[in-house]
C-alpha cells in the first residue's frame, strides 16, 4: 500500500493556519500574511517589505519638492526664495543618498528582523495593532527621537565630528527635499539610531510591540526630514496649527544661521535649552518692519545670517571644544 507524507508545514503557515482567524482579518491583514507566505522565509519578507517600503516613501514623497522647485509659481512660499536646487544639485545629492542607503541603511535593515524578533517584537503575527495604541506609541518614538536628535545633532556640531562627519550634511545652507539624508554614512548610522532606538528600547521593556506599528513610524518620521528640508513654508504648512511642530520654517534656518534649532519634530527643547534666541530675534526684525519694506529686510537679514553662520562653521570646523562653544555663541 503505497502512502505519502505530507510536507511539514514552516512556522509562518502553521501559524496562519493554527492561530489566525483569517475570515476576520481586513484587505491589508490578508495582503501581509500573503506576502509572508509567498516568502516562507520571514527574515527575507521583512528585510525586502523594509527596505522597499523605505525607498518608495523617501523618494516618493520628495517628487513633489522636486517639482515644486521647478515652478516659479510657489518661490513666494520659499524661505530663500533666490537659491533654487539645480538639476545637477538634485542629481548630486540623489547619488550620495542611494550611496548611503545601499551601503549603510540595507545592512541594518535587513539585520533588523532578527534583532525585532529578539527583543519580543511581533512581525509576520495578525491582527494589526489597533489604531489608538499605534497612535501613541508613535507620539512616544517622536518625543524620544527629537531628544536625542537634539543631544547628538549638538555633537555633531563639535569640531572633529563636524569636519569629518557632518559638514557634508551642511553643503546646502537652502535644503530641499532630497537633502534629508544628504549625509555622512556615520552621520546617517548616529542619527538613525534615534529613529529605531525608540522603538526597540520601548519593545525590550513592554514586549508589545507590532513591525506594522514601527512602519507607520518610519513613514511619518521620513515624511517630517523630507518637509522640513523642502525649503518652503506654507500657509497650510502644519506649524501654524501646531505652533511646537519645527516645519522647514525652523530647521530651514539652521542650515542657514548654523548655529541655532537643532531639535527635527518638535520646538520645545530648543526653546528650553536657549538654541533658537537667534531664530526668534530674527523673526522679531521681521515682524516689527513695515509691510512694505518687510521682503527687503528679509533679504537683509538672510545676508548677514549667512555670513554669520559662514564663520560659526569655520571656527566649529578648526577647532575643538572651546571653539565650538564660541561658535554657538556667534551672533
Known amino acids: 500500500m503505497n502512502s505519502t507524507l505530507a510536507a511539514p508545514l514552516s512556522e509562518i503557515a502553521h501559524y496562519y493556519l493554527t492561530q489566525v482567524d483569517v475570515s476576520s ?13 509567498w516568502w516562507d522565509n520571514p527574515v527575507l519578507a521583512t528585510g525586502l517589505m523594509s527596505f522597499i517600503m523605505h525607498e518608495v516613501v523617501y523618494f516618493g514623497r520628495c517628487v ?19 537659491k533654487v536646487p539645480t538639476a545637477k544639485d538634485q542629481w548630486e545629492c540623489t547619488k550620495l543618498v542611494l550611496f548611503s542607503h545601499f551601503t549603510v541603511e540595507l545592512p541594518q535593515i535587513w539585520l533588523f528582523h532578527p534583532i525585532a524578533e529578539y527583543l519580543g517584537m511581533a512581525t509576520y503575527q495578525l491582527p494589526f495593532p ?22 547628538a545633532h549638538q555633537a555633531l556640531h563639535y569640531g572633529p565630528l563636524y569636519r569629518n ?11 530641499f527635499g532630497l537633502a534629508a539624508e544628504y549625509a555622512h554614512p556615520a552621520e546617517v548610522l548616529i542619527l538613525g539610531t534615534g529613529t529605531i532606538g525608540g522603538p526597540l528600547l520601548y519593545c525590550w521593556f513592554t514586549r508589545d510591540l507590532h513591525i506594522f506599528t514601527m512602519y507607520a ?9 523630507v518637509d522640513s528640508h523642502s525649503g518652503y513654508d506654507f500657509p497650510w504648512s502644519l506649524n501654524k496649527f501646531f505652533p511646537l511642530w519645527s516645519g522647514a520654517d525652523h530647521h ?6 548654523f548655529t541655532n534649532n537643532y ?19 530674527y523673526k522679531a526684525r521681521l515682524r516689527a518692519a513695515a509691510a512694505k519694506d518687510r521682503e527687503a529686510l528679509n533679504q537683509k537679514l538672510m545676508a ?19 571653539g565650538s562653544k564660541i561658535a554657538a555663541k556667534v551672533q
Open 263 to 281: 531639535s527635527t519634530s518638535f520646538r520645545y527643547l530648543d526653546h528650553i535649552f536657549g538654541t533658537d534666541k537667534k531664530y526668534h530675534a
Open 64 to 82: 513633489p519638492w522636486i517639482i515644486i522647485d521647478a515652478m516659479p509659481y510657489f518661490r513666494r512660499w520659499k524661505l530663500q526664495p533666490t
Open 217 to 225: 513610524w518610519i513613514v511619518l518620521r521620513l515624511f517630517q526630514a
Open 304 to 322: 548677514e545670517t549667512e555670513k554669520e553662520g559662514q564663520e560659526a562653521e569655520r571656527i566649529a570646523e578648526q577647532s575643538g571644544y572651546f
Open 165 to 175: 562627519i557632518h559638514k557634508i550634511h551642511h553643503k546646502y545652507s537652502a535644503p
Open 25 to 37: 482579518l481586513n484587505i491589508f491583514e490578508k495582503a501581509w500574511m500573503s506576502w509572508y507566505m
Open 252 to 257: 530651514d534656518f539652521h542650515h542657514m544661521a
Open 130 to 151: 489597533g489604531w489608538k495604541t499605534m497612535a501613541w506609541q508613535i507620539a512616544l518614538f517622536f518625543m524620544f527621537e527629537d531628544a536625542f536628535h537634539f543631544v
